[in-house]
């Protein structure tokens, strides 16, 4: 570390051009002592090897001392050594644009994301970047914490991390986590924010991401990833919950619910909404055109924060998702597969994914004994998750009947 003492500035030039070389020289020469005692960290790497790098737990690395801090975002700005490594920026070779979107009536009158949209809708397949090792390697894993993010919610993730998303074992049953992310579509921040969750699954080994823009319209691909990826590689967990990293989920509530419907084989669970529409409000986020969406009308379908089902759902609405037009609104799109597959979802007072409301001013919502009784609420901040987490688990919380 550099220390630096107060000094007075001479004002003479050519004092004052002395004065700064001697402290030029002195900070390179800190630095030099500084990168003398550190290992040298090889930056120029092929992305294989990166990748390999990255993924591979430390624990099944002994010659690993530490790890390489944020790769390849220097590479571009050094011209001495060849170029060709692999640039994760969301732009999919495996997905080319459909030229005959703007003959659609109407097209050129969107907005350039529902545009944008139109042109890609027939993706379903790009390249994966991260994947976590051995995940679901005993084969009977209970409950998979598969949890949507994208890149820049490192506090939410942190957060989820030291409280209700630990890797753990309930009355004898597994629970593992994964955070399900793609591309930050902001071109400046992509290297740092890959370069983040690269490192973050070096450390938890809790991350997939693919190299698709991660937008609120690509939330229907980030679910179809996941299922391909599920079938592929965890298709032997019993139970998956799917939800937004900014809900609070008291896990251990979830788990014995889950012993419960051990004997059904469909599960398919949370805050079920009915009789909805398609929001036709162009300044809403969920504005969702004709041109994607003939139907008036919306399926019965569960809130996409937070939604338990079986493997076996899970993978049959994998296997119905093929024959439907991808739909920007992913739990509709969920719901529009269960009505193909003739399955219903089930409602559960357990999961407020609007919020834990109560009536009356004096009613204190944010309180342990409240959620102490449910399943998942949405939704709680990164710096109210722990102290929450604490106060539910506290063995010394006396509650009545709160709801």
Not at 180 to 188: N, W
Request: proline letters at 6%.
């Amino acid at each position: 570390m550099v220390r630096c003492t107060s000094f007075r500035v001479p004002r003479e030039p050519a004092v004052l051009l002395l004065a700064i070389l001697a402290m030029l020289s002195i900070y390179g020469w800190t630095q030099q002592q500084e990168v003398s005692t550190t290992p040298a960290v090889h930056v120029r790497r092929s992305h294989t090897e990166v990748m390999i790098a990255k993924t591979k737990p430390a624990s099944e690395d002994p010659t690993r001392k530490s790890i390489d801090p944020f790769p390849l975002l220097w590479a571009e700005h050094d011209s001495s050594e060849p170029r060709g490594e692999v640039v994760w920026d969301g732009r999919s070779a495996l997905c080319e644009a459909n030229g005959s979107a703007p003959s659609i009536p109407g097209f050129q009158k969107l907005s350039p994301l529902i545009r944008d949209f139109l042109r890609h809708r027939h993706c379903r397949n790009f390249e994966r970047i991260i994947e976590p090792r051995g995940k679901c390697s005993s084969g009977d894993e209970f409950l998979l914490l598969a949890i949507k993010t994208v890149a820049p919610n490192v506090h939410r993730r942190d957060a989820i991390r030291r409280t209700w998303g630990q890797e753990r074992d309930i009355k004898g049953r597994s629970v593992r986590r994964i955070f399900l992310a793609g591309v930050h579509d902001q071109k400046s921040e992509t290297r740092f924010l890959n370069a983040l969750l690269q490192r973050e699954n070096v450390e938890h080994n809790d991350v997939l991401q693919w190299n698709f823009y991660d937008t609120f319209f690509n939330l229907t691909v980030k679910q179809l990833l996941f299922l391909d990826w599920l079938n592929e590689t965890c298709a032997g967990v019993s139970y998956i919950f799917d939800g937004d990293d900014d809900v609070f989920v008291n896990i251990d509530n979830l788990v014995q619910f889950l012993l419960t419907q051990q004997q059904q084989q469909h599960i398919y669970t949370g805050m079920v909404i009915k009789n909805a529409v398609p929001i036709l409000n162009q300044h809403s986020k969920y504005y969702v055109p004709s041109q994607i969406q003939a139907k008036k009308k919306y399926p019965t379908y569960v809130s996409g924060g937070g939604i338990i089902m079986s493997s076996w759902t899970a993978l049959q609405i994998h296997v119905a998702a093929s024959s439907l037009p991808i739909l920007p609104i992913d739990d509709v799109f969920l719901a529009q597969c269960l009505e193909l597959l003739g399955l219903k979802p089930q409602y559960h007072n357990g999961f407020r994914t609007s919020g834990l409301n109560l009536p009356g001013k004096r009613v204190n919502s944010f309180h342990p004994c409240y959620y102490r009784e449910m399943l998942l609420v949405h939704r709680l901040l990164p710096y109210q998750m722990l102290p929450m987490w604490e106060a539910v688990q506290d063995p010394k919380l006396r509650c009545g009947n709160p709801l």
